[in-house]
């Protein structure tokens, strides 16, 4: 008479395979991020700065210190209501801060002034301080 082995280990709480419980798990993890509105970005960088770049996603207040950063480097369109109009043919969302504000220069005479609202206003008298000296050249 043979005796059947016993298994050792953990008892099959699942009845799916472990490679496919691993699938499952990364599909639901994926979906949660989604949901939380988290995407994930490759970037191509020099091995040095991308050493850099993991050490400081580590730090705390990193995401907010992006965010301003960010803020300063890319102005968002449609937020500012000529400058949508200046970007008619354009694809992106975003706008290099630089470019803008040469957008601005070359296509014053499209912009209505009077209407502006503050914010954009704000933007403008920025831009102009950051990239030309204070002054707007129209």
Not at 110 to 119: A, G, H, I, L, Q
Request: charged share 40%; hydrophobic share 35%; proline share 4%.
């Amino acid at each position: 008479m043979e005796r059947t082995r016993k298994r050792t280990g953990r008892p099959a709480t699942s009845p799916y395979s472990r490679p496919e419980q691993l699938r499952l798990a990364k599909r639901a993890q994926r979906e949660r991020e989604r949901r939380a509105g988290v995407r994930a970005v490759a970037l191509k960088l020099p091995a040095r700065e991308a050493d850099r770049l993991r050490a400081a996603v580590s730090q705390p207040g990193f995401a907010e210190r992006l965010g301003r950063f960010l803020d300063e480097e890319l102005i968002d369109i449609d937020a500012y209501e000529n400058l949508k109009g200046l970007c008619w043919n354009r694809r992106g969302r975003y706008l290099a801060a630089e470019e803008a504000l040469r957008l601005y220069e070359r296509n014053w005479r499209f912009v209505d002034s009077v209407r502006m609202k503050p914010e954009e206003r704000e933007l403008i008298k920025r831009l102009a301080t950051r990239f030309g000296n204070g002054i707007l050249h129209v």
